[in-house]
């Protein structure tokens, strides 16, 4: 065989290779998931805009809709319904990394790459699925401990090449980005002291919201999910070392730590979504006012929302609540600052880590967020990357964690422990969906995952890319 045969060999082989890779990442739901769950739950049959693709049948033009968006009808023609599915995506703690002027060029690499990875997942996710909503679960950084620099660095990439949105949904983080310098967190100190707790209160209640930057929108007008950060403790830190530097910086980029969003209030289908930041439930904390604020915003739900209430919950939260070892990967702990801790003597006797709330926590939480025994919820947090199903059911006169529900007394609340994003946990992606029966007159709450590949995967897709384009110059160049 000749040299050029063997090239042209090579060049097509290597051109195989990486379209294989590339549809493989790309339509990955339906290749790497069992059919369905990469959907929302009893998902209608999806339509085309183009009648001679409504022809196909069911389910190969649902495939064919699912992956190929623009050939669906679009989002804004759907009618406008009160009885509308809830539908969220959750991603788990993408943890990013940052540079440091140490940084080994190979690791820089890396981080540029992973960027693009979990970006990858959530581009595709959100494109197929068209949500309403979409959570972060904590732990967006890898460390808390950054200056306000390095923070800006990483919530400029957060939102420019892991969670894309359109510009006028990141402008704040853009210009705060382009200016580069250190925020006034002692002016948002002396704001929050000098407010009255039902005004703060007040100011963390909303009502039928669905788009951040325009409250008036409704679906199906919305241009964006409506998006939600919450706080982990590689964000604002454990309340034994979080400041007012952590928390005023992450209000100022990702929005409130606490907040409640009531929808169809009044109405049989009333359902809420509650965000709340447990990293600031229990201490002892640097900060006690932390404490202070979220207790209060606990305590004003219950007094001023709740005897009105009369619907589900959707919670929203970091640390997972208690229970016993062996229902999940993680069991309690809480540990504290001592004495063999030296650099910072300070926070001696301050909580230094946690993996579940307190049994007392969790028992009070549980019955101001859940308050309707009639109504099912559900809660889905974070933190412990390895993931969790469980149920909290209503046992005598204390709420009991196991991994089956026992609706005997009343409705039980499901814990969705969200499985990490990340790469050594295959990427996942959490898929809600909230239906409203009309018989029942309830919401029923379904979840999945839809997997897709370690990273290296991703990787060797863009490898082979460019190795065949390479390859394809240089023959074409040589000719």
Known sequence: MTGSRIWG???????????????????????????????????????SK??????????????????????????????????????????GDPQI?????????????????NDYYLGHIYKTMKNRLEPDYVAVMGDLFSSQWILDSEFYNRTYRFVERLFTRLPEYKQNVLETHAKHEDYDWMGFHDREKAMDPVERFNSRVYNDVYDWYNYSAKPPAIKEPLFINLTGNHDIGYSGDATWQHMARFHLLFGQNNYVINYNKGSPQEWRLVVLDSLTLEGPALQPEFLDYTWSFLENLRDRENPTFKGSTVLLTHIPFYKKEGICMDGPEHIYYDETYTRETYKNGNLRSQNHLSYETTQKALGILFPN????????????????????????????????????QRAPVREIVVRSMMGDFDGQTGILTGQFDETSSKWEFNFSYCSFVVQHWWWASKVTAAISLLLHSISFISR
């Open 9 to 47: 060999s090579l060049k097509w082989v290597v051109t195989i290779v990486a379209v294989a890779l590339n549809a493989f990442v790309y339509f990955y739901p339906d290749i790497l998931n069992a059919p369905g769950q990469c959907n929302w739950h009893n998902q209608a049959p999806l339509t």
């Open 50 to 91: 183009h009648s001679y693709l409504n022809k196909i049948p069911s389910p190969w033009r649902d495939y064919v809709l699912s992956n190929f968006p623009s050939l669906r009808t679009p989002k804004e023609e759907e009618p406008y319904s009160n009885i509308r599915d809830i539908k969220l995506l959750a991603f």
């Open 97 to 113: 990394n940052g540079n440091w002027a140490s940084t080994k060029y190979i690791k820089r690499l890396d981080n540029y790459g």
């Open 373 to 408: 025994e009639d109504k099912p919820g559900i809660s889905l947090t974070g933190h412990d990357h390895e993931g969790c199903d469980s149920y909290y059911n209503f046992e005598g006169d204390h709420w009991v964690a196991s991994k089956t529900p026992n609706a005997s």
